[in-house]
Antibody, heavy 124, light 108 residues
Framework: EVQLLESGGGLVQPGGPLRLSCVAS????????LSWVRQVSGKGLEWVST??????????YYADSVKGRFTISRDNSKNTVYLWMNSLRAEDSAVYYC???????????????WGQGTLVTVSS | EIVLTQSPGTLSLSPGERATLSCRAS???????LAWYQQKPGQAPRLLIS???SRATGIPDRFSGSGSGTDFTLTISRLEPEDFAVYYC?????????FGQGTRLEIK
């Protein structure tokens, strides 16, 4: 059974850093890409970042809204993907979901399994 | 960037009725690379449909997807109580992989 478990969310001051983690199980981790998708309370879904699997050369992609502030990485030995978030803003407050992707080449994929999410609140 | 517009914003129906949800793209979606997700309150989204019409594993056959180009539809043939939720479409024919704003399906 595919499982994704996020952690690392919490309250952080504007301008501060935070690191999210997503531990995966139930599939060959290195072969799959993973993404972070966020959702502001009561609002829709926003794709944030993706790192491809070994077949895609661990290529990374970012939404324009986070480019230069967020970094995605993976540790295949720990079955874990990370989202390093810097220079956080109030508008980054959201539930952050980790999702596995089925890749159709480049930055084209859909999300077949999702974690339960971790809440990030940026406030002073 | 492709903009997806879902309609209606809210759909009020009764169990047993048929639901038709629309997703319109601002430009043609390559190879019908369109997915649908269901999200219930307090839960993560769940994949229902990919490739515009292929049901994901374990999804009941009362859910069906259709369409191509710029117009796509999710149909739920006979609504069950557990189907009342928010539904999102997502295109993956071009970068970035954007979502529609969602359709809320509520009990009438």
């Amino acid at each position: 059974e595919v499982q994704l478990l996020e952690s690392g969310g919490g309250l952080v001051q504007p301008g501060g850093p935070l690191r999210l983690s997503c531990v995966a199980s139930g599939f060959t981790f290195s072969s799959y890409g993973l993404s972070w998708v966020r959702q502001v309370s009561g609002k829709g879904l926003e794709w944030v970042s993706t790192i491809t699997g070994s077949g895609g050369g661990d290529t990374t992609y970012y939404a324009d809204s986070v480019k230069g502030r967020f970094t995605i990485s993976r540790d295949n030995s720990k079955n874990t993907v990370y989202l390093w978030m810097n220079s956080l803003r109030a508008e980054d407050s959201a539930v952050y979901y980790c999702a596995r992707i089925l890749n159709y080449g480049g930055n084209r994929y859909f999300f077949d399994y999702w974690g339960q999410g971790t809440l990030v609140t940026v406030s002073s | 960037e492709i903009v997806l517009t879902q309609s209606p914003g809210t759909l009020s129906l009764s169990p047993g009725e048929r639901a038709t949800l629309s997703c319109r793209a601002s430009q043609s979606v390559s190879s019908s690379y369109l997915a649908w997700y269901q999200q219930k309150p307090g839960q993560a989204p769940r994949l229902l449909i990919s490739g515009a019409s292929s049901r994901a594993t374990g999804i009941p056959d009362r859910f069906s997807g259709s369409g191509s180009g710029t117009d796509f539809t999710l149909t739920i043939s006979r609504l069950e109580p557990e189907d009342f939720a928010v539904y999102y479409c997502q295109q993956y024919g071009s970068s970035p992989p954007d979502f529609g704003q969602g359709t809320r399906l509520e009990i009438k």
